[in-house]
């Protein structure tokens, strides 16, 4: 079928998709999403008569597809190019001390000037990259 923002089976399908490229670093993401959904629902059935929870799950089945699709461009962009940190808590996974010593990495000579060009130029392409989200998700 068609691709659709409002199906929360193609939401679900992006994350699935994206989550077979990187399963073991992102599955720990996709679980909190999860458990996060899972536990609104759990207060849902414990507070309310079920009347009123069947009476939000279109509601609550639009704001689970936004917050997936919204999973599957944040999967996208925190693992993006085999790393993990980029503004997230979580410890990188990149290249190893090994691999890094191999390609001569100790040898590369950047000035700090540099360092600060290349640093505001990925914080431009973050907020480029957020807008193009946002504009993708109807924000």
Same mark, same amino acid.
């Given at each position: 079928?068609?691709?659709?923002?409002?199906?929360?089976?193609?939401?679900?399908?992006?994350?699935?998709?994206?989550?077979?490229?990187?399963?073991?670093?992102?599955?720990?993401?996709?679980?909190?999403?999860?458990?996060?959904?899972?536990?609104?629902?759990?207060?849902?059935?414990?507070?309310?008569?079920?009347?009123?929870?069947?009476?939000?799950?279109?509601?609550?089945?639009?704001?689970?597809? *936004?917050?997936? &699709?919204?999973?599957?461009? #944040?999967?996208?962009?925190?693992?993006?190019?085999?790393? %993990?940190?980029? @503004?997230?808590?979580?410890?990188?996974?990149?290249?190893?001390?090994?691999?890094?010593?191999?390609?001569?990495?100790?040898?590369?000579?950047?000035?700090?000037?540099?360092?600060? *060009?290349?640093? &505001?130029?990925?914080?431009? #392409?973050?907020?480029?990259?957020?807008?193009?989200?946002? %504009?993708?998700? @109807?924000?």
């Amino acid at each position: 079928g068609e691709f659709s923002k409002k199906s929360l089976w193609w939401a679900s399908e992006a994350v699935s998709n994206v989550m077979d490229l990187k399963y073991m670093y992102m599955i720990n993401d996709v679980r909190k999403a999860q458990y996060e959904i899972e536990h609104q629902v759990d207060v849902m059935m414990a507070t309310q008569t079920p009347d009123e929870v069947e009476s939000q799950m279109a509601d609550f089945g639009d704001y689970v597809t *936004e917050k997936w &699709l919204n999973l599957h461009y #944040t999967l996208l962009g925190k693992y993006q190019n085999g790393y %993990s940190d980029w @503004g997230y808590t979580q410890v990188g996974y990149g290249p190893s001390t090994e691999w890094l010593h191999a390609a001569g990495f100790q040898d590369f000579q950047a000035t700090p000037e540099q360092f600060a *060009e290349l640093r &505001l130029r990925y914080k431009t #392409t973050q907020k480029e990259a957020d807008e193009i989200r946002d %504009s993708a998700l @109807g924000a």
